[in-house]
């Protein structure tokens, strides 16, 4: 049996057993669900990916490179980083829409990403191009509340 259809028998399975468990135990169905619906860790790709609101990936490249300035900025490590969205964008020119008055940008639509960081207090707004070879910080820490 192939790798896919294992992984739609087990999810199938898992979904049906949770379904079973809910009519038996009401109380505590959402949660099994829940659970039933994310994929054991042995059944991801290995390392896993970021999925983004368009289930597209993240590269890694772009990842590393956003973390990367965060470490830079601050005293932070890269293990103390999450990355809490990540959404495909299309910038308005080479500076990603970001720059400065006597800076000269192509002119060019630039596909990228829009990406989130935080350390669980602040968060680290960038704009990035399709492959992190331009990492622009969009705004100032924002303390989350």
Do not use: H
């Not at 720059?99 to 602040?122: F, M, N, S």
């Amino acid at each position: 049996m192939n790798q896919a259809k294992y992984n739609l028998l087990s999810s199938i399975l898992l979904i049906i057993s949770a379904t079973i468990f809910a009519w038996t135990n009401p109380v505590n169905s959402r949660i099994v669900i829940a659970q039933a619906l994310v994929p054991a860790p042995s059944l991801q790709k290995e390392p896993p990916e970021l999925l983004t609101s368009e289930t597209n990936t993240l590269p890694t490249d772009v990842q590393s490179a956003v973390l990367n300035d965060v470490v830079k900025r601050t005293s932070k490590t890269v293990a103390d980083l999450k990355i809490i969205e990540a959404q495909s964008q299309e910038w308005s020119d080479g500076c990603l829409g970001l720059g400065k008055p006597d800076e000269l940008c192509t002119q060019a639509i630039t596909p990228g990403y829009r990406v989130v960081v935080t350390d669980g207090l602040r968060n680290w707004t960038y704009r990035t191009d399709q492959t992190g070879n331009t990492v622009r910080l969009e705004s100032g820490v924002r303390s989350q509340s």
